[in-house]
């Protein structure tokens, strides 16, 4: 069985090629220098091969190096591995020949390696190192062991504990953090009890790390009653305070605790986007759709103070001011008049927008075509698909859908019925929740006829949609 083993190894030796030929090969094609002139000819019958050098001449009097020994090393760097300190460098003055000095954090590194059982251990090990604490040197410590608790909170308090140092509020903020993230929450409340007696070294940052190592805990009430408390560690209780605790909380899963959050301080406290976009983050992460559809319309709601004269003022002040008013400017003017029930003005401003060389998109006449819908104008519904048609925008799906919606709504079934077709027949599938409002209202006015149709016309665009 040995000699079965041994017949690959040995053929396998054979078979591989020797370093020093290698090298031979490349140096004999690659070098320019005399000392190794390009041939064309064979000289593998030469009687003499170049003056090879003498690393690779020695090399073959030796046993070639195997990768894997421990001592293998690049021929090319043999001599200068071998002999550090040629007499071509000795002349040089260069930094790199003298050994390098140890810093302070490597020192200290070097003793915090060993394993100690308490802070305490620290301290006396880092006392009897006789180095003393700067700001950079215990962030440079802290960065290295924020891993081991026991290790980064002694080398805390041996800086604290001497006497010409004081700690920046970034390193209690750190500190703060490294014992939140292990769990040591009532050594944690002492340091902010600390930190709470030193005039202004709470901030909005101490407090963020705090309420993001509790809700990280699972500590959802607790983070909330941080930020109830908040002002009296020097903390505004504003929007940014607000949005990080929710943001905190959503983060670890705790959707339902930050809406209540919101919910609590929402008439005291000015949110903006950001505070609603969490929400429907939030929401839409624990797959609760219709939740986060509903904050998006009260978010809508909250972006709309109503005060439409005022946005009229502005609108006409952009042109004295020399601003262009672009596509948004009109759209968001026209979807503000719709609201309000100033049809006339909405259609003034489609009209204004030729005159700015301002080309409507759909989102322009979506508010319009609502609000025909809700006053059953059909004369002047037409007129605005003929002006999208006339502008070269499209009546996508999105639009039949709020045709047929609205109409559901206010009872013109027929009018319902008419675009539910044209939308089939411009090869569009229409929504099911659509389909289903439309047939529910069918049936409810006992229209069995125009019910049959609408489900045959569905039937259709879902077969023509799986071909």
Known sequence: MAVNLQIPRLFQKSLSPKPYQINHLLLKYLCTTPEFPLTTHDTSNSPESPDL????????????????DGDFVIPSLANWVENPNLETHRNVPSPLLFEPQVSNADKLSEILKKRYSSEAAVVKALNESGIDATNELVSQILMRFDSHCVVAFGVFIWAKNQTSYVHTPELYDYMIDILGKFKKFSLMWNLVEQMKGLNGYVSLATASKVMRRLAKARKYKDAIDVFRGIEKYGVSKDREALNVLMDALVKEGDVEDAHSAFLEFKDCITLDCSSFNILIHGYCKARMFVVARKIMEEMEKHGQSGRIKDA??????????????????????ISSACAHSQGGSALKLLERMEGDSCKPDVKTYAPL????????????????????????????????????????????????????QEAVLKGMVPMVKTFKALVEELEQKNMKEMKEKIEKLMFQARERNLT
């Open 53 to 68: 050098p003498t690393w690779l001449s020695n090399s073959q009097n030796q046993k070639p190096s195997d990768p894997d």
């Open 312 to 333: 009229w003022d502005v609108f006409e002040d952009m042109e004295k001011q020399g601003v262009c008013r672009n596509l948004w400017v009109y759209n968001t003017m």
């Open 369 to 420: 075509l609502k609000m025909c819908c809700r006053r059953k104008s059909v004369k002047l519904l037409k007129f605005l698909l003929s002006h999208m048609f006339k502008n070269n925008v499209s009546v996508d799906l999105g639009t039949y859908t709020l045709l047929v919606n609205e109409f559901c709504r206010n009872g013109k079934l027929e009018h319902a019925c008419f675009y539910f």
